[in-house]
């Protein structure tokens, strides 16, 4: 059900609005054509339960040479 999905993805975005804008852009980026909206959003909800959505797990690849360039500079 969904409700238990809100209710788990909870104990990590705090703010129940903070929650409705990270599931509308997470949905919109992870939706596929030819699937249920609602899959992909009940998906999402268990991601978040799984995880925190406001966390970035690893920088991204241009990123890491900045970051690198940047440590050498200092």
Do not use: W
């Not at 903070?18 to 959003?41: E, I």
Request: glycine fraction near 4%; aromatic fraction near 4%.
């Amino acid at each position: 059900m969904r409700s238990e999905l809100i209710f788990g993805a909870l104990t990590h975005v705090v703010n129940r609005y903070q929650l409705c804008q990270l599931a509308s852009k997470a949905t919109r980026k992870l939706h596929k054509p030819n699937t249920r909206l609602q899959d992909t959003t009940n998906d999402v909800l268990v991601r978040f339960r799984e995880s925190n959505p406001g966390i970035p797990l690893k920088p991204i690849g241009h990123a890491d040479a900045l970051l690198a360039e940047q440590r050498r500079a200092a």
